[in-house]
């Protein structure tokens, strides 16, 4: 960890944070955000000019392999974060998502090999589970790909896996369940509940409200990817980063009112709701094995964390110059 490290989709939510925390570590940090004739970096934008400075920007695309390989050159570890996440728009433009997921992946490791076997951390995702035959969902969990998305995340975990199996590239997936925090996009549920309540008079347009999901700050996966990066024990594994909190949608959105003090009027919008075989109903992750190879353990009061977390994010969008990001108007896919 010592070594220069290189952070791809370092513009987007989770990457933008995992960059600023690098930085603020002590790491020499490259981040390779897909190019735009605007040259805007997303929400690196945003970070503090200090860490900003300290980054090395490759402007580029995570599809472009020979631009995969040029960014990696003297780099120690690559943490894998360049994807396409939207699940609703994977139902419209599939094969975008085998390019970007799919392939991206097959190019990091590829550039990885080549580049003197480059420590790869594999961002996944639980949405690679399906809904759960069993709780709290283990790595041994059947996978199913119920959207193009999540079967596009599985083969880029078994593309990046295979690398290590067939050349011993040092590989390490990390599948996260549901990171939620600042910079978030309306796309997910909790930043979609925060800005139609800041906006509104408490009426919320939600999808399933009795799905469930286990929700983690985007602060702790940041954390635990790092921790997965320092340990050489993880490599050739697949950990789940999860707290075992197990949160219904309708329950989030009722403790997002009450942090605000607004009385919630759930609404089920139509247009929000996935296709009922490719629904995932219920997501809750055990984390015991990435604990018992980094050290830890699991969350002591997850139910605290996530009120104090959910809070944070709230004062957040909250703040004039963050909510004016986000309009808040429609359905975003």
């Known amino acids: 960890m010592s070594k220069k490290v290189l952070v791809t989709g370092a513009a987007g939510f989770i990457g933008s944070h995992l960059a600023e925390r690098l930085v603020r570590d002590g790491h020499s940090v490259k981040a390779l955000v897909r190019y735009n004739s605007a040259g805007r970096r997303g929400w690196l934008d945003t970070v503090p000019a200090e ?16 631009y995969v390989k040029e ?6 570890v690559v943490y894998n974060l360049a994807a396409l996440i939207a699940i609703p728009y994977s139902y419209h433009a599939p094969n975008s998502y085998v390019e970007t997921n799919i392939s991206g992946a ?61 050349f011993h590239t040092p590989v390490t997936v990390a599948r996260p369940f549901n990171t939620f925090g600042p910079r978030q996009s309306l796309r997910a549920v909790i930043p979609s509940i925060i800005v139609q309540l800041l906006r509104g008079d408490g009426s919320l347009d939600l999808g ?14 940041t954390e635990m990817l790092t921790k997965i990066a320092a ?7 697949t950990v789940n980063i999860g707290t075992g909190l ?14 605000l003090g607004k009385p919630v ?17 219920r997501l809750c992750g055990d984390s015991s094995k990435l604990f018992s190879l980094i050290g830890g353990k699991m969350p002591a009061d997850p ?16 703040r004039p110059e963050n909510l004016s990001h986000y309009d808040g108007s429609g359905y975003r896919l």
């Open 231 to 237: 340990c050489d024990a993880t490599i050739g594994e």
């Open 265 to 281: 009027k759930l609404k089920i919008d139509p247009e929000r709701l996935r296709p009922e075989d490719s629904e995932v109903y």
């Open 246 to 259: 197990e949160i219904s949608i309708e329950e989030t959105a009722k403790m997002a009112g009450e942090i």
């Open 208 to 221: 399933n409200i009795k799905a469930t999901r286990d929700f983690n700050y985007v602060g702790y996966t």
């Open 303 to 318: 139910v605290g964390d996530f009120k104090r977390e959910l809070q944070t994010t709230i004062e957040w969008f909250s």
């Open 51 to 66: 860490i900003a400075s300290e980054i090395e920007f490759f402007d580029g695309d995570i599809r472009d392999s020979f």
């Open 71 to 76: 960014s990696m050159k003297d780099v120690g």
């Open 106 to 166: 097959l190019n990091v490791v590829h550039a990885a090999r080549e580049n003197g076997n480059v420590r790869v951390i594999q961002m996944s995702t639980s949405e690679v589970y399906g809904t759960a035959q069993y709780v709290p969902i283990d790595e041994k969990h059947p996978l199913k790909g119920q959207s193009p998305y999540s079967a596009s995340k599985i083969g880029a975990d078994q593309i990046a896996l295979s690398f290590y199996y067939a």
